[in-house]
């Protein structure tokens, strides 16, 4: 068994993508530092990014992603996790110029371009271009977006669908 190497980025750029090229490099762990800007992809088992910084194309993850810091984290292209995507801090700000997905995604204060998918989704204070589908879950508050789908889905006040018929599998509950 091998043990996973960490990447730290330091403030600055990196040009090229963040990516195993061996096999004992697949449970990588990625931390993105504060002011970092990476010119390319990343993919790790665990990925870290502390606002402000910048991706330019895709962020996969075997795991996780969690986004903290104080600032706005963009990335120019889709976010993806095998478990979950987290939002960490009041004060990160989130821009995604794609689609967000993971089996449990937690955002707040998020633009995204495209849909956000996953079994359980919670959002707040956020714009989303796309189709919010939650599969077991859904919480929605003080959110814009195209439209809602999944089972048991809350929404809040605040919200507003672009599309206002959505589909509740299960339940819907009208928050107060």
């Given amino acids: 068994m091998t043990t996973p190497t960490d990447v730290k980025l330091v403030q600055g750029t990196v040009q090229g993508s963040i990516l ?7 449970g990588q762990s990625v931390c993105v530092l504060s002011g970092a800007c990476v010119q390319g992809s990343i993919f790790g088992r665990r990925i870290e990014l502390n606002a402000p910084c910048e991706v330019e ?8 992603i969690v986004v ?6 963009r990335v120019h292209s889709s976010m993806g996790a095998g478990d979950h995507i987290l939002m960490e801090s009041d004060e990160t700000s989130l821009i995604v110029m794609g689609d967000v997905t993971a089996r449990r995604v937690r ?3 998020a633009f995204i371009a495209g849909g956000v998918s996953g079994d359980e989704c919670w959002l707040d204070s956020s714009t ?12 929605v508050s003080n959110t ?12 809040g006040r605040g919200t507003q669908l672009l599309i206002p018929a959505f ?3 299960h339940q819907l509950h009208k928050a107060k």
Avoid at 20 to 26: S, V
Avoid at 144 to 155: E, I, Y
């Fill in 167 to 169: 589909q509740a599998t």
């Fill in 68 to 73: 903290s810091g104080r600032g706005t984290v």
């Fill in 144 to 155: 814009l977006c195209l439209s809602l789908a999944g089972g048991n889905v809350t929404v």
């Fill in 128 to 139: 989303v271009l796309g189709l919010v589908v939650g599969s077991d879950l859904l919480t």
């Fill in 57 to 64: 194309l895709a962020i996969f993850a075997t795991e996780e």
């Fill in 20 to 26: 195993p090229q061996r096999q004992r490099e697949l």
């Fill in 107 to 109: 955002l707040q204060h």
